[in-house]
């Protein structure tokens, strides 16, 4: 990405299952802030501090559009390959089951190293403000599936 300003205008489209994501709010509104699980990197480095994060929540029940958002505030990097303070109890929990044998349903750590990113402000849209994976990903760059970002990705804002 460009340091010109161009990533400015740029927002991060990541996803989130809904267990996760209702435990993330729990989080954010005890500490101001929740770090939150990317899977792989994606595009977190080239993320701008303040800049808009649209999320698609995935599960049974999930709808295929952005119905949450938050604001970046950092990528960040575990120490000495302890996990980050502020996670959502609910993927701790599913790691821990899955260290003791069983298998996650995620899928988080798919093709490389499990990734974190902080937020803040995460908050529902309005229903009228519901962004719809139509008019996040053209049906050619899905394949005709319906998406979900398997990794936060910088998009332009939808118009």
């Known amino acids: 990405m460009t340091t010109d300003g161009a990533t400015q205008d740029r927002v991060l489209l990541a996803g989130l299952p809904k267990r996760h994501l209702d435990a993330a709010v729990d989080v954010c509104r005890a500490n101001g802030r929740v ?4 899977g792989r990197p994606g595009d977190l480095d ?3 501090p303040g800049s808009a994060v649209l999320l698609m929540i995935s599960g049974q ?7 949450w958002r938050a604001t ?3 990528r960040v990097f575990p120490k000495g390959g302890e996990l980050p303070a502020l996670l ?3 993927w701790l929990d599913d790691r821990r089951a899955s260290a003791a044998g069983d298998a996650s349903e995620d899928g988080d750590n798919e093709g490389g190293p499990q990734s974190f990113f902080e937020v803040e402000r995460l908050e529902p849209l309005p ?3 519901w962004i719809f994976a139509n008019e996040l990903v053209r049906k050619q760059e899905r394949g005709g599936r319906a998406f979900f970002p398997r990794s936060p990705r910088l998009i332009d804002p939808p118009g």
């Open 61 to 67: 029940d999930a709808v295929p559009a952005v119905t």
């Open 127 to 129: 229903k009228h403000e």
């Open 46 to 48: 080239e993320a701008t």
């Open 88 to 90: 959502p109890a609910s």
């Open 35 to 38: 770090a939150v699980p990317a």
């Open 72 to 74: 970046f505030v950092r």
